[in-house]
């Protein structure tokens, strides 16, 4: 059976990451005792993951990249803002120094009410300096692996949109 839509997929995978100034790092691994299933079209992944693993079957071996272009995009300054300090306040209206700290990632809500997933990179006197871009913005992905496992997809997983069962939700 091979990758298509409606189907089930699980594989392992490692994937390393450079942005032309890193060597290819190493930052996530999913190995046979813990394999990585999703349902196509619903990996989470950027599409052009998904597109490279079509057609194959179980017990295939895999090894692409994808540009950063392909996958979360370059970085974009606008996407670094600095904040007033007010918005970082606790419950008693003083600045939250537990929580805002360099390397935290927080939820800001928008005016729209979404709410934006950033990492604090600076801290001044006022302000503090929030990254919003996607961690793997600017890096190209390379992943390699092989596929473990390619089922039909339930009725049910196809409703949920998501995968039930061994690697996926149990509810
Ligand atoms: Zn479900």
Do not use: C, W
Not at 46 to 51: G, L, Q, R, Y
Not at 68 to 86: H, K, R, S
Request: negative net charge.
């Amino acid at each position: 059976m091979i990758i298509a839509p409606e189907k089930v997929v699980g594989l392992t995978f490692e994937l390393r990451v450079n942005n032309g100034n890193t060597d290819n790092r190493l930052i996530e691994t999913a190995g046979s005792d813990n394999p990585f299933y999703y349902l196509v079209g619903q990996s989470g992944l950027p599409p052009a993951f998904e597109t490279a693993l079509m057609g194959l079957d179980a017990g295939k071996k895999f090894d692409f990249t994808i540009d950063m272009l392909e996958a979360y995009g370059p970085v974009e300054q606008e996407a670094i803002m600095d904040i007033p300090n007010a918005v970082f306040t606790d419950p008693s209206g003083a600045f939250d120094a537990e929580n805002v700290s360099i390397g935290k990632f927080l939820y800001l809500e928008d005016e729209q009410g979404d709410q934006h997933r950033g990492k604090v990179i600076g801290l001044q006197a006022d302000t503090v300096t929030m990254d919003f871009n996607h961690p793997l913005a600017g890096f190209n992905l390379h992943f390699s692996g092989e596929i473990v496992e390619v089922r039909t997809a339930e009725a049910d997983e196809l409703a949920h949109g998501h995968v039930h069962g061994p690697g996926g939700h149990h509810h």
